[in-house]
């Protein structure tokens, strides 16, 4: 069995609860109990654990991923920022010491576009020096942002979520139109600190249970060109996922993509993201589920 690290998870103090019903949050057993169980029978031996705080229901995730980190050091948490512009050093030293391993953005509208454009040039400067992860959850024109930012700080370890998010689709597109739904993404790739994972597929087929998500394979493809399979990232969406196919299935439709080889499945599944953590600066000593 490859080894594996999971580049893109949730861990929520009361499970996962958006707007599911109650029947489907994740309380017993607990998200964690549950995760480290799975994780161990199919070999997950780091996770990075995606802050978010932007509903009233998860407020206080962080401080919960910083808990957590403390006694499971498999547990590598990434810490939401609410207010980009208002980043300081002094945040980002407190974090290192809670265990965090890099910042966790979601940018979604032009006013959050435009926050990031406001974060001190030292920040950036931080966190590329330290190896530091940036996990963003964005789409289309909003990636944009993000290019001015890495032309002055180009080594900045950027990790883009679920393919940049491109549109849902019920059959598979040519590559033309696939590669247009991910020009802005696409565009990041001569920066060599930018990562794309390969998670969330159940939100970019129509329907979202339709495994093993064929009609999104054409997005993979283009990834895989610009990319290389060095820089794509498996992330099982955990514990949203779960409400669509099961945890195995997050990682077995690689094995059904005939454009990728066993070598290029390792390295997604887990190589990558483990090369990503070895380099990170921080306080706490980690070892694995296994």
């Keep these: ?153 180009p080594d900045l370890r950027l990790l883009v979520s679920h393919l940049g998010l491109p549109p849902a689709v019920e059959t598979a597109p040519d590559e033309a139109t696939a590669r247009q739904a991910l020009r802005e993404v696409v565009a990041l790739a001569p920066f060599p600190g930018v990562h794309v994972k390969l998670s969330g597929f159940y939100a970019l087929t129509q329907p979202g249970y339709a495994y093993p998500h064929q009609a999104a394979w054409p997005y993979v493809e283009v990834l895989l060109a610009a990319f290389g399979s060095t820089r794509l990232l498996w992330g099982s969406d955990f514990s949203p996922s779960l409400e669509w196919l099961s945890f195995p299935q997050t990682f077995g439709l690689f094995e059904a993509m005939p454009f990728l080889n066993k070598a290029d499945r390792e390295r997604i599944e887990g190589g990558n993201l483990l090369a990503l953590l070895a380099g990170v600066q921080s306080s706490a000593h980690t070892r694995s589920l296994s």
Excluded at 8 to 34: K, M, S, W
Excluded at 70 to 90: Q, T
Excluded at 115 to 133: D, H, M, N, Q, Y
């Design 1 to 153: 069995m490859p080894t594996r690290a999971d580049a893109h998870a949730h861990f929520f103090h009361a499970g996962y609860v958006a707007l599911l019903p109650e029947n489907c949050r994740r309380i017993q057993p607990d998200e964690v109990t549950l995760y480290q169980g799975l994780a161990r029978q199919y070999d997950a031996q780091q996770v990075l654990a995606v802050g978010y705080e932007a509903e009233p229901w998860a407020v206080g995730n962080n401080r919960y991923l910083s808990r957590l980190a403390a006694s499971l050091p498999w547990l590598r948490p990434v810490a939401f920022v609410a207010e980009p512009a208002k980043l300081e050093i002094a945040s980002l030293e407190k974090w290192q010491q809670e265990s965090f391993v890099g910042l966790s953005f979601y940018c979604f509208d032009p006013q959050q576009r435009e926050a990031l454009g406001r974060v001190p040039a030292e920040i950036w400067a931080w966190l590329a020096e330290r190896g530091w992860l940036v996990s963003v959850n964005s789409k289309g024109e909003h990636w944009t942002a993000w290019q001015p930012l890495l032309e002055r700080q």
